[in-house]
């Protein structure tokens, strides 16, 4: 996935979107919006953006989890076999993100990409609701694909690359 | 490990294998961007219009298995969303869950203010409502009652109003926020700008923000389309001495001083005139004036707005060209809370002066031409005709509003000797006054006096606490209403119908409207029993039905008319008193006001006071969804922005809670968090409006932030129309210590 900091408003609705498709409880979120301010006034630059897990290549959550529920899905999502989770919480402790948290009715929960709906060819709840259609998905792999498309043509970066997991959300900037 | 290979291969194959779960999938198309159009889950979803702020966006309410209430998304075929609601639309949801909601009608036991009702019933409720209006009515006319509305329901109450023989219908949104736009923009090109906005961003080469914080304000359309413009490499200008989202968006940030936003806009007109940067074919043929206004901006020069607003003269000269270049596909945007200093009408003057020089109006990449479906009303008696208007009370005032003014109602309702016709009762149906006007003394001054306050909501605001009569409302998630038509750039009329039950005893406005009408024996104003069956009428009389509506939620009609744009060489009559776009407003000058707009100095703040700047934050809408559990989980409280050298100045640290006091001494009801950030001038501070809420039975959202309009004593009204402008007012910061030292 790829979002275009130029275009993202920090609005959240892909927070609000997350939370009913997913039905993730209120007071708990799988996705966020970040928002940084360089510079002094009147000099400044704001660079908002919509953060979720980075579905890491390497992922530490899928190496540190004694059950095996944390584990490489279809199309390498990272996801959480709610079942199987006793809820230790060693993946919350080792994901530089902090994507994850610890759900009430006991297991740790984080974002799939909507896999339920990448299923049925549908995009991602975030994607779909986003209202300036900043997000992009799709796979890396194709070159057609509208994420690959974004990333040949506009600069982009990664978060805490050194952490070196590898992480599969960019950032256009 | 899967590889991403798998990845798109799972997407086709699910695609394919939902075809047989799913007869209704069409060919999954080539990639992945074309989510939902092409699936219907099932029977489960319904269709609606959002009611959580005045966009309307049309879209669809889904349930689960169970046939809980599960998520909303936007209908694909609306203009005002194209299928993506904002975060306010999307949680609508908490709008229903929010426990905290009028349950049942209510009637006052004790005094205004202390909020002691008992539970009524329905008929009760209507019983009260009726005697006290007849009595009313009998003692001082009908005329001497009004509604406030903000909201569809609003329609039925009107019709209410107007059989019972009251003209009084008043909009908060005229002159609390739009209104000067719209006389502004009526008295030069004929026409308002209209809701939604007629600006077509989405095609403009050149957009200009002036204090219009799009992003941060949802107005759905108007913010996806700013995207659109930033992909086609729009060059946006933003004028606003806060570093805002819209901002951070832009090629070129203005951060001026604040209140003398009038003076750079002239210094523009002077330099598109000098520079002779404007379209000379189009003014030539549709506007008149021209000559005056050169004369008028003579020396209205970028050094001459230097010394006001503090932009250099070069960057006020080189922002002109940009425009100049990109005319006619430029927007000096308009705005749309644009009620700040009094003379906005004036300023907006300016903005819509702008617009003609650069022949934006009525050219693609401006302001397109819109239309409007038109619904046909149901035949009924004629309406009395009144005996007195509330312009009766303000014979000289104000000549230039076509509206009711919702704060003149309000003044026209404090008991004073001087004028026949003193307001006994209000209806206020979904908009909390208390929050909305300003100078909150004044409100419940007139509330005071009142005979009888009926107040119309889904949740116990600070309104309901003064109410008589509490009528609860269902959500719009559970009722039907008026079919939606607004104007864009196709007609179109969306439906909305509920998806659940109402919960609790909630009733939609139709319903209490024609209750209400037949205990006072105005049944024949409304023929139809269900709303169902009316809807169906109108409905057929535009070729569909209400059946029809149900399953696809909105309809698009095709223009009748003519092209969204001016046709080259067209010849245009514009609805002003020229028949041309007037550069000189012959109707301002023929009320005696300026026909030309001029810049006034406005008060600026003592030492140790800062502006009171206001505006929205993207997932809440005015203080109607403060406590909805969704949006609260998002933001919770405001605070107050101030700048780290003021910060520094008065050992202010992040986070810490203070109260503000107003220069008339008014201090915030409640404490406000700091947030010290570069994004914000040293000479203002700024916060959300639609915190601070002191209505306990809002448990959510009670006491959190403060409340802006609580520190809003000074109203700057603007003589032509009566708007109210709240940017005249100055805060300082009290901290703890100095709490315990006074």
Redo the contacts between chains.
């Keep these: 996935m790829a979002v275009d900091t130029?275009?993202c408003?920090?609005?959240?609705?892909c927070?609000?979107?997350c939370?009913?498709?997913n039905?993730v409880p209120?007071?708990f979120?799988r996705d966020w919006v970040v928002e940084v301010?360089d510079?002094?006034?009147?000099t400044?630059?704001?660079?908002?953006r919509s953060e979720r897990c980075n579905h890491c290549?390497n992922s530490p959550c899928v190496r540190c989890c004694p059950t095996g529920a944390s584990h490489?899905?279809?199309?390498?999502?990272v996801v959480v076999t709610h079942n199987k989770c006793i809820g230790c919480g060693a993946c919350i402790a080792s994901c530089p993100y902090d994507a994850r948290y610890a759900h009430p009715d006991g297991y740790v929960d984080k974002c799939t990409f909507c896999l339920h709906?990448?299923?049925?060819?549908?995009?991602p709840s975030c994607v779909?609701?986003?209202?300036?259609?900043?997000m992009y998905?799709?796979?890396?792999?194709?070159p057609?694909?509208?994420v690959s498309i974004m990333l040949k043509n506009r600069k982009y970066k990664t978060l805490i690359p050194e952490a070196g997991t590898k992480p599969q959300l960019y950032f256009l900037i | 490990m899967a590889t991403r290979r798998d990845f798109i291969r799972i997407s086709a194959l699910g695609a394919g294998g939902t075809a047989v779960a799913w007869p209704l999938v069409r060919n999954f198309a080539k990639e992945l961007v074309d989510p939902e159009r092409f699936i219907f889950e099932g029977m489960r979803r319904t269709p609606t219009y959002c009611e959580i702020c005045f966009w309307k966006c049309a879209g669809w309410v889904y349930k689960n298995d169970k046939g809980d209430l599960w998520k909303i998304i936007g209908n694909d075929e609306d203009l005002h969303c194209n299928g993506r609601f904002c975060p306010r639309g999307t949680g609508g949801v908490g709008m229903y869950n929010d426990e905290d909601r009028l349950k049942t009608p209510l009637i006052r036991t004790q005094d205004r203010g202390k909020q002691v009702f008992r539970e009524a019933t329905w008929d009760e409720a209507f019983t009260y409502i009726a005697d006290k209006l007849k009595k009313i009515s009998r003692e001082h006319g009908p005329e001497c009652t009004a509604l406030f509305t903000h909201g569809s329901g609003g329609k039925y109450f009107s019709t209410l109003l107007k059989a019972f023989g009251s003209p009084h219908i008043a909009a908060p949104s005229y002159a609390q926020c739009r209104g000067p736009r719209e006389v502004a923009f009526q008295n030069t090109f004929g026409e308002g700008v209209e809701s939604p906005e007629r600006t077509d961003i989405r095609d403009t080469k050149c957009l200009v923000l002036i204090g219009s914080h799009i992003g941060e304000n949802m107005h759905n359309g108007q913010v996806q389309e700013m995207s659109v413009a930033i992909d086609k490499g729009a060059i946006i200008i933003t004028v606003d001495p806060r570093y805002s989202t819209a901002a951070s968006k832009s090629k070129y940030w203005l951060p001026i001083k604040p209140a003398t936003d009038l003076a750079l806009l002239l210094a523009w007109i002077h330099v598109i005139l000098e520079e002779e940067l404007y379209d000379k074919a189009y003014v030539e043929k549709y506007t008149m004036g021209l000559d005056l206004l050169q004369a008028h901006v003579k020396g209205m020069t970028p050094e001459w707005a230097y010394g006001i607003t503090t932009i250099p003269p070069e960057v006020i000269r080189q922002m002109a060209r940009e425009m100049g270049h990109a005319s006619p596909a430029v927007i000096v945007h308009p705005g749309r809370h644009v009620t700040w200093y009094g003379d906005d009408t004036q300023r907006l003057r300016a903005v819509a002066i702008l617009n003609a020089l650069l022949g934006s109006w009525g050219r693609r990449g401006g302001f397109f031409k819109p239309e409007t479906a038109s619904v046909p009303e149901v035949p009924h008696p004629a309406f009395p005709t009144p005996k007195r208007t509330w312009r009766t009370e303000f014979p000289d005032l104000y000549r230039l509003s076509d509206s009711v003014l919702a704060n003149g109602v309000c003044d026209a309702t404090i008991p004073d000797p001087s004028r026949g016709c003193n307001f006994k009762a209000w209806i206020v149906n979904g908009t909390n006054l208390i929050e909305t006007l300003p100078n909150q003394d004044n409100t419940i001054k007139a509330i005071e006096a009142l005979d009888l306050l009926v107040v119309i909501d889904t949740m116990p605001m600070e309104i309901t606490g003064y109410a008589d009569v509490v009528l609860p409302e269902c959500t719009y998630i559970e009722r039907y209403d008026e079919i939606r038509v607004s104007p864009h750039r196709k007609p179109q009329i969306a439906l909305r119908m509920p998806a659940l039950k109402p919960k609790y005893n909630t009733k939609p406005a139709y319903w209490m409207a024609r209750e209400l009408a037949k205990k006072m024996g105005l049944e024949a104003f409304f023929p139809y029993e269900k709303i169902e069956d009316l809807l169906d009428w109108q409905l057929k009389q535009l070729g569909t039905s209400l059946e029809e509506m149900q399953r696809i939620g909105v309809k698009t009609f095709e223009r009748t008319a003519d092209d969204l744009y001016f046709a080259p060489d067209e010849e245009v009559e514009f609805g002003t008193n020229s028949g041309k776009i007037e550069l000189y407003a012959t109707a301002f000058e023929q009320e005696g006001f300026d026909p030309l707009p001029k810049y006034t100095a406005h008060e600026e703040p003592p030492a140790g006071y800062y502006r009171l700047n206001y505006g929205r934050a993207p997932m809440h809408t005015f203080s109607r969804t403060s406590n909805n559990p969704n949006l609260t989980d998002l933001m919770d409280e405001n605070s107050v922005w101030v700048n780290p050298k003021v910060a520094q100045e008065w050992g202010l640290t992040n986070d810490q809670y203070i109260h503000l006091r107003n220069q008339d001494g008014k201090r915030s009801e409640f404490p406000i968090k700091v947030r010290i950030t570069e994004r914000i001038r040293w000479d203002s501070v700024y916060m959300v409006h639609g915190f601070g809420h002191d209505q306990k039975r809002l448990k959510r959202c009670y006491g959190k932030g403060a409340s802006d309009t609580n520190l809003i004593t000074k109203v700057l009204v603007d003589p032509l129309m009566g708007g109210t402008g709240m940017r005249g007012n100055f805060v300082t910061f009290i901290t703890e210590s100095e709490e315990v030292k006074s």
């Design positions: 130029r275009k408003v920090g609005c959240s609705d927070v609000v979107a939370q009913t498709e039905s209120i007071g979120c301010t510079g002094t006034y009147p400044l630059e704001l660079e908002l290549d490489y899905d279809k199309g390498g999502i709906r990448v299923e049925k060819g549908l995009l779909a609701t986003c209202p300036t259609k900043c998905f799709g796979d890396l792999n194709d057609k694909s509208p």
